[in-house]
């Protein structure tokens, strides 16, 4: 693991919250770019999009607010993103080739990531928060942690962080 390490404090101390979720997904995700892109970080995201349940089928995700590129929507729950949806932990993901044939492949240049679970109060996952990085190892228990006490303070998530998966 490279070790990137990535500064969430003045994303933490901005009031991201809006009336509805939508523009709070939506606030977060260009947040998150300005902070992170690629072009600006090393180790820096490829991508950034939230997932969320498809309310026509209980076995897909649908793509929400995300940056800067296409993405697939919708995806079955086999994925990076459907595992954290389904265990409501989550996942930091070193290098996607350890996923074996469960990885969705939107960019083939993605080679790590890290997934976030939206908890609503009763602790059932609502939608996934999902990260991208061309570089293997790109995210850590930290990047995890920070990104649920973002969403928590954006009112998309409640409780403390779950206990962080990593593969």
Known sequence: MRGYTRE????LADDLRTPDAHATM????DALWGAFNRATTAGGISWIGFYLP?????GVLVLGPRRDK??????GLHGACGRCYTSGLPLVVTDVANLGAGYIACDARDRSEVVVPLLDAWGRCTGVLDAD???TGAFAEHD???LHELLCRAGLSHGQ???VQTV
């Open 133 to 135: 990085s061309y570089d």
């Open 70 to 75: 296409p993405a697939c929507s919708p995806i």
């Open 26 to 29: 939506t606030r977060i995700v």
């Open 161 to 163: 962080c779950p206990a």
């Open 54 to 58: 498809d309310p026509a089928d209980a």
């Open 8 to 11: 969430y404090t003045a994303l």
């Open 144 to 146: 995890a942690w920070q």
